[in-house]
């Protein structure tokens, strides 16, 4: 072996045994990582595990201490919060609102949206431009006069204005209408018309069916929108029957069941506990909407 | 039939229109009306009388309103810093092509799980964790012995505003990890390599290719938080039964609005407080615009 192939060896292996730090180097910086992201994830999930876990503790339990190890007061903690809470009503009331909120919020939005993609209209540029630069405007700029006209109208302590304002929804027509412009070729409802469709028959058969999952994503969100809505029910809502589920939560510390903290936990848990699970079975669109719209 | 081709589309749109218009565009101007009398809320308009500016005068010398964006800001500031860092943190790790982390898709999952909740049930839920005696979380620090005595965390002004900060944190920083992620995601990989080839280290990628790339993305992060947290009312009024106590650390603005309107009476300035705060979002829009895009700005100036 020659001196020259002995420095060429060498530095072979000084150069695999560099290559060999760096990937252990890697791996540590990964393992680290990946406790770091356990601790995240321990941070994320605890408030809901004591959640979960006090509901099912007396309230002398809870007073003692935590523990991760639930207890067997589950239903003595139901009885006392359903005798002086209905949160089934609530959760209907909110249900009944979010799912009202949404099919209109799409409905119309879709319609609206329609319009203005399919039609050269008088007021058309000057129409959407201003619905959405007041899309900009904090909906606390309307919310005392909104009170004022559902006191006019009569229709305070019910849920019409709610669920009306749904209609006029600027953020979902702007979105439904770039879908539109992206995935809709013009011909297809030019050669509808010639065959003699009218223009609502084409939005119905054509447009809509199109338009499915663009609604599908901006409904998701409508709807949790609607659902956590609660300084509209808590400004417009007088009588607790009627009481959504938020506001029934944001009262619960004022009621007698603040007196069984095991209750209470119950109480927001049964608020949580369903739309975590249906997150579970939307989270994928939930999350690439999200990234979409970023990127947008 | 021309004819009526040409009324179709205004048929299509009279719903959203009419609807936009009574319970949208009216209401503002309503609102604004409000905010020029000392209208109580209750009787209708027509018993309240004209005051003119005078409630806007009231405004810019009320020290219980500059508080309250005190408040709002300090709170909002603590959370959005933490929560960028830890969102910021994430997305790069997760994009970075030596460690292939896994398990992103789950992550993300439950990252983002604090934010489909209702706010209203996790203010309640915190009031009860943050109790001094028998809250959860002092329990569990003493039992690890990180604490030896119970903090209470609602009573004294600083822990309260850091609290509601580190909730607001809890709450968001999974939506901000989502979309920064997105953005790193979408930089172009050319600009990647050609940084390996020309030898660049991690620090250099991050501050020249990563940052600079995703700044619009940074900006529209800043800007619809910034709007959130300015409109910040649920755990403020929920952790502290509306009063916005300790001390009035946790009155925010739409808090006092709140409290005005519907506590005192007040309609005619809680209006007031409503444009205040429309006026505020506008300001502090355009001064994170303008920070952002400073050093584009002079750019193109020496262009």
Known sequence: MSARDKTISDDAISLSEKGHRQVIQVNIVRLVIYVLLGLLAIVSLIPFAMMIINATRTNGE???????????ALMENYDILISYVDVWRGFLNSLMIAVLVTLLNSYFSALTAFAFWAYNFKGKTFIFGFSLLLMMVPGQLSMLGQYELASNLGILNTYWPLILPAIAAPFTVFFFRQYLYTSMPYSIVEAARIDGARDLLIFHRIVLPVLKPAIATQGIFTFIGSWNNYMGPLIMIRTPSKFTLPVMMGALSGSPVANNLGAMYLGIAISVVPIMIAFMFFSKNIISSISSGAVK | MLRQRKLQPYAFIAPFLIVFLIFNIYPIFLTFYFSLTNYSGMGGIDNATFIGLDNYRRL??????????????????????????????????FSDIQLKLKGLGFFRTLFYLPNIVTV??????????????YGSLNQLLMQIGILNQPINWLNNPAYAQGSVSVINTWMWFGQTFIILYAG????DNDLLEASFIDGANWWQRFRYITLPQIKPI????????????????????LLTDGTGSPQGSLRTIVLYLYNQSFLYNNFGYGSTIAYGLFFITVIFSIIIFKTMYADQVKEGERR
């Open chain 2, 120 to 133: 209203a049930s996790v203010s309640i839920l915190f009031s009860l964790i943050l109790d001094w005696n």
């Open chain 2, 60 to 93: 810019i010398t009320d020290g219980y309103f500059y508080k309250s964006i005190l408040n709002t800001i300090i709170i909002w500031v603590g959370g959005f810093a933490v929560q960028l860092l830890i969102a910021l943190g994430l997305a790069l790790v």
């Open chain 2, 184 to 187: 790193i995601a979408g930089i």
């Open chain 1, 62 to 72: 809870i007073l003692q201490g935590f523990t991760l190890i639930p207890s067997n």
């Open chain 2, 218 to 237: 940074m900006l529209y992060v800043m800007i619809t938080s910034l709007i959130g947290g300015l409109q910040m009312f649920e755990l403020p009024q």
